[in-house]
């Protein structure tokens, strides 16, 4: 069974034939995190090559990365070789000048006093080192070379102490330990929030002493390819938690719930309940502020998968009144409970209300039928006479018959323009009702003077309204005036006798003079 796992792979599974077994779904394979909860990022470096040097140029903050186990190796060695070789080097000069002969002699001076061999030579540099001074072993003025070897170790010494014991002293007091006080919500959750819907999760501080200047960012690291074909692994994108309203900035001291608008600039625009089942995706929550009572910067981090992003839940209240005080329950810090939520994303609720309403389309027709009766209404030409203050009864009977049967031609002549009002005016039926008549009593009209009116109507917008065309039918118009017709008229050039275009008592008049 191992040998087949490792030839197909961990997804192998065994089936079996017998039908009274039950089979259960298949267990979903956790994915793999980028960061994990606790705020670790996983992420080895390798294949560095010759960069590994570079660890050892910034030596100092390469062992305040180290481990504590490394970190303690690393401080009992360096302070085990470093008493080693010094004693080393006192038992040699003392070999050298032949101290270890003359121990006991009292009559001969050692460089130092009661060194016999090498623990002796170790015991004094001990007392030397850490200033004990028991008094029993010590340098003589007839020693040059212990007198250099004296002051070197003393450097040497101050060196490495403050090396070893700085370097000891900034990892315990790094604030990696005071992020274990900040605590997320186990779980993320979307749901609507002043109307608009919202991913949401919640921190808390569970020390009395505040973070201060405390700041939230969110980062989205997703797998994408862009329009050019390029792929691009564990892409990080920003997510706005109020970074231009300052919502951002928090004041911790109790728990806070941290908001992010899904909008059109959010990445999540076009998520939706069914959408999140199949995406692949991790929010990174960095909260940063200064610790108090150190007065050092501290970070903690977590995340958040897909598979603990919650659709349609909201987080359960925490605070309560007591007498005098607030009180936190942080039993129900990760506590949720679900609520209406719409199922689909933003961006199908913006593009299903920017669609037009069947209730609303007949507004638009109704707007542009009440411009149009607005135009070619009929009714304006009772009210155009009514504002003329009844002016047609005190005119002659003959021309109220006239004025009155025209009204009604004009009213029909508005019903076809409106039928039809995308054609202009290019014949004499499309002619005022005074034109039409003037036209019918002077006999036909030369062909380059209805081309002239043809033209005249022709061009005249059609946006006006029928009162103003029958007020414009009422007014005599200068070109078809009963006046003798010019000599420079269109009327004799067009071959014409000037005689036939005048009345019958004017002709008779001619022919009697």
């Avoid at 349609?312 to 309560?320: A, D, K, N």
Wanted: with cysteine; hydrophobic share 35%; charged share 20%.
């Amino acid at each position: 069974m191992a040998a087949l796992r490792r030839k197909f792979g961990e997804d192998y599974q065994v089936v079996n034939t017998n039908r009274a077994t039950t089979f259960s779904a298949p267990v979903k394979k956790k994915r793999q995190r980028f960061v994990d909860k606790n705020g670790r990022c996983n992420v080895q470096h390798g294949n560095l090559g010759g960069e590994t040097s570079r660890y050892l140029s910034d030596l100092f903050t390469t062992l305040v990365d180290l481990k504590w186990r490394w970190n303690m190796l690393i401080f009992l060695l360096t302070y085990t070789i470093a008493w080693l070789v010094m004693a080393s080097m006192w038992w040699i000069i003392a070999y050298i000048r032949g101290d270890l002969n003359h121990g006991h002699d009292a009559s001969y001076t050692p460089c130092v006093a009661n060194v016999y061999n090498f623990p002796s030579a170790f015991l004094f540099f001990i007392e030397t080192e850490a200033t004990i001074g028991y008094g029993y072993r010590y340098i003589t003025e007839k020693c040059p070379e212990g007198i250099i070897l004296f002051l070197f170790q003393s450097l040497m010494g101050s060196i490495v102490d403050a090396f070893l014991i700085g370097c000891m002293f900034i990892k315990m007091s790094q604030p990696k330990k005071r992020a274990e006080t900040l605590m997320f919500s186990q779980d993320a959750v979307i749901s609507q929030r002043d109307g608009k819907l919202c991913l949401m999760f919640r921190v808390g501080n569970l020390r009395n002493s505040h973070m201060v200047s405390a700041q939230i960012r969110c980062k989205l690291i997703k797998s994408r390819q862009t329009p050019e074909g390029e792929f691009l692994p564990l892409d990080q994108c920003e997510l706005d938690v109020g970074f231009g309203t300052g919502a951002d900035q928090l004041f911790l001291v109790s728990p806070l719930t941290i908001c992010h608008e899904i909008n059109p600039k959010s990445p999540f625009f076009d998520l939706s309940q069914r959408s999140l089942m199949n995406e692949q995706f991790e929010i990174v929550v960095i909260l940063e502020g200064i610790v108090e009572t150190t007065g050092m910067t501290c970070q903690a981090r977590t995340s958040y998968t897909e598979d603990e992003v919650l659709w349609g839940h909201r987080f359960l209240p925490v605070m309560s009144l007591e007498e005098g005080f607030f009180r936190v329950d942080y039993s129900q810090f990760h506590s949720t409970f679900e609520v209406p939520t719409p199922p689909y994303s933003v961006k199908e609720y913006e593009e299903k209300n920017s669609l037009p309403s069947p209730l609303s389309t007949p507004t638009l027709t109704e707007s542009h039928g009440a411009r149009r009766d607005r135009v070619f209404s009929v009714d304006c030409i009772n009210t155009s006479e009514e504002r003329r203050g009844g002016t047609g009864g005190r005119l002659p009977s003959k021309l109220q018959r006239m004025s009155s049967s025209g009204k009604e031609d004009l009213q029909r002549k508005v019903l076809l323009l409106s039928s039809q009002h995308s054609e202009k005016a290019c014949s004499t039926g499309d002619l005022p009702l005074k034109l039409q008549r003037l036209s019918s009593t002077q006999g036909p009209v030369p062909e380059n003077r209805l081309h002239l009116k043809s033209l005249k109507v022709g061009f005249e917008p059609m946006t006006q309204s029928t009162g103003d065309l029958y007020q414009q039918s009422l007014i005599p118009t200068p070109t078809l005036s009963t006046a003798p017709v010019p000599m420079h008229s269109p009327l004799l050039s067009a071959g014409g006798r000037p005689e036939d275009n005048l009345p019958a008592k004017l002709r008779k008049m001619n022919a009697d003079r």
